[in-house]
């Protein structure tokens, strides 16, 4: 019951700070916009690595079609794609007033969301029949041909990239940026909350527990995976296309198909904060978040130098994660696993 | 597909690309075989396997600024990198050996990270090599051009890789891995102190893949970021050709090579690495469904 209050808790405090955000820091708003995208990759890469047991270095690429998918949405539905990538999207042809804007966007974000969700359905079909280490090297394999076919192919702007639609200047764009990343994190963290109460958790958290086991009680695995997968593609799209417009440019590598930043970053946030928990990736990025900026800020030439020492820190050192270690640390404040509750409710229901 | 009725028509090129991923693939087959090493004996997917091949390289290059011979790069380059992946070892890697995969997977990742962004802070991201000043050899009426360089780091490839071999066969400590690898804890209760096996491993892996690094830099170019590649193609060799198994490492490092050019030749330079790494999915993809028709999976 205490628990179960200290949620609620957190859970409206996050909201309300969520919600007030653009008068309590003014200043760092796209910051804290990407802040909540980056609590959305954590949160979508655990669902496959902590609760399934699955461990992907290349969930980049659906964060990447994404991206590029509601681009080239937002601009498709008004103008000649090739035509615009080809002008670098800058002049004084490519003009989004802003009904074309909002349409573009209403439009593109959902699409961006569908196509790396196919995509994730397709590619999970092939290559989530491999266990452990091997699916994934595979997804890191994905990950960065990805980026380098993204940055040959022509049409979305080859290796110079695309610069998402320019908004008239009549539209805040920092603030409606904000509150669209608030939102999809206030909804996946919703919808695994819901997810992970539902059978559904359950049979993702068996597979991660013991595959042949839980395939043996006539789970269907790999179709569990397949869907796990496709649900925190799509996410990861949205994400993607919101980033996209954020940046307002599109890199293939640098920004889009980034296994080796962007695609690690999301694995050590859920680490960070705890593997397999709601709340570790929630956390894991907000403090991932401030230390990355910090690095940025305070060390500069070398910030990429530190992070890679910090990986090898976290993850020989601190493998448990933050809301681990509270566990270890204060079982009976941060309390038994979500398992052993559900066996202690079995119990009593019974 | 242009350049596919150009190799119909002029079958020479053929001769010319198969002999080009020759040469490059026994340094393929090289940091391969290093990394089967470890993977067999410790049980660790060593991510960093390219960032040692590119440190060997840079190593190398030192060298030759200080006006030897980039030959001397070879030795250099070998004893340089064997005592940092002893320190390694004895910093993090021990930490490692035990834990789950995607542990060691994630570090030895991190360390790669560390390595390629402190290259790139200190020698800049420029492409480099190292003139060796060797000529070329002309066959088929001057149709062929074969450098002489990547002859002689083909072969030294070979001599380093049979060498390696002999000891691992012959020598008190190969035969210390090699028992390691085949059942730690008998080998521990035998006598064999297997954390420094595991040490002595991990250093002479990145001395082969210095070694590599250093026939790399004088054949063909080097920057900081050019790990990753080789860390993925060792991988794909190991899993095509199976721990344990030299011949097959040799087959497989051969060939990806020539596969990798005629790639190259009839996609486009551009879309080279890509072909790798796609390359690498198709080749697991390949391995599971074989293994599924026995009801098994990669694990």
């Known amino acids: 019951m205490n628990r179960r209050l200290a949620n609620v808790i957190a859970i409206v405090a996050l909201g309300v700070i969520g919600i007030l955000g653009p008068w309590l820091f003014p200043a760092h708003l796209s910051q804290f916009s990407k802040l909540w995208l980056f609590i959305v990759l954590a949160l979508t890469w655990d669902l496959l690595g902590g609760q399934t047991g699955y461990n992907s270095f290349g969930n980049v690429v659906f964060f990447g079609i994404g991206m590029y998918a509601a681009a080239v949405t937002q601009v498709g539905l008004y103008y000649p794609v090739a035509a615009y990538t080809a002008a670098k999207g800058g002049g004084t042809e490519f003009v989004f007033d802003a009904a074309q804007f909002y349409t573009g966007l209403a439009l593109g974000l959902p699409v961006g969301g569908l196509l790396a969700a196919l995509a994730a359905a397709a590619l999970g079909m092939v290559i989530l029949g491999m266990r452990g280490h091997y699916f994934a090297i595979a997804t890191l394999g994905l990950a960065i041909a990805a980026g380098e076919l993204a940055a040959g192919w022509e049409y979305i702007g080859a290796g110079s990239g695309m610069v998402t639609p320019t908004p008239p200047d009549t539209i805040d764009t920092t603030l409606l940026f904000y509150y669209l990343s608030f939102a999809l994190a206030a909804v996946t963290f919703g919808f695994l909350a819901w997810l992970y109460s539902t059978r559904f958790g359950l049979a993702i958290n068996a597979i991660r527990d013991d595959e042949d086991k839980a395939e043996a009680m006539g789970h269907h695995t790999t179709r569990n995976k397949v869907v796990t997968w496709t649900i925190s593609a799509f996410f990861l799209g949205v994400a993607g296309g919101i980033f996209g417009n954020l940046s307002k440019f599109i890199d293939p590598i640098d920004v889009a198909f980034n296994g080796a930043e962007v695609g690690v970053w999301m694995i050590l946030m859920a680490i960070l904060g705890g593997k397999g928990t709601l709340w570790g990736p929630v956390i894991g990025a907000a403090v991932f978040y401030v230390t990355k900026e910090l690095f940025w800020t305070y060390l500069l030439g070398w910030q990429r130098v530190a992070l890679g020492a910090l990986i090898v820190i976290i993850v020989v050192f601190f493998p448990q994660g933050i809301v681990g270690w509270l566990k270890e640390r204060w079982p009976e404040r941060f309390g038994p696993s979500r398992e052993e509750m559900e066996a202690a409710d079995a119990k009593g229901g019974a | ?299």
Not at chain 2, 55 to 79: D, K
Not at chain 2, 233 to 253: C, E, H, P, Q, T
Not at chain 2, 268 to 287: P, T
């Open chain 2, 1 to 299: 597909m242009d350049n596919l009725n150009l190799l119909i028509q002029a079958p020479i090129l053929n001769v010319q690309l198969l002999l080009d991923g020759l040469w490059i693939g026994a340094i393929f087959a090289l940091a391969a075989f290093g990394m089967a090493l470890v993977w067999g004996v410790m049980n660790i997917i060593n991510v960093a396997q390219g960032e040692f091949v590119m440190l060997g390289g840079f190593i190398t290059l030192m060298i030759v600024e200080a006006g030897l011979s980039p030959l001397f790069g070879i030795p250099v380059a070998a004893v340089v990198l064997f005592v940092l992946g002893w320190l390694l070892y004895r910093v993090i890697i021990w930490r490692i050996v035990d834990a789950d995969m995607f542990i060691s997977l994630l570090a030895t990742f991190g360390i790669s990270i560390m390595m390629q962004q402190l290259m790139n802070e200190i020698f800049g991201s420029d492409v480099r090599t190292a003139e060796s000043g060797l000529g070329m050899f002309y066959l088929f009426d001057n149709m062929v051009t074969v450098s002489q360089i990547k002859v002689l780091a083909f072969v030294l490839a070979f001599v380093i890789g049979l060498a390696l071999w002999m000891f691992l066969k012959r020598s008190r400590l190969g035969q210390a891995i090699r028992a390691t690898s085949q059942n730690p804890r008998a080998a521990r209760i035998l006598g064999i102190d297997t954390d420094r096996v595991y040490a002595a491993t991990y250093a002479i892996n990145a001395a082969l893949c210095g070694a590599a690094g250093a026939l790399v830099v004088m054949a063909y170019s080097i920057h900081p970021y050019v790990g990753l590649p080789y860390t993925v193609r060792s991988f794909m060799i190991v899993i095509m050709a199976g721990l344990g198994n030299l011949g097959g490492v040799i087959a497989a490092g051969l060939g990806l090579g020539a596969a990798e050019q005629f790639a190259g030749f009839l996609l486009g330079a551009e879309y080279q690495l890509a072909f790798v790494f796609l390359l690498l999915v198709v080749v697991l993809v390949w391995r599971q469904m074989m293994l599924a028709r026995r009801r098994q999976y990669l694990k």
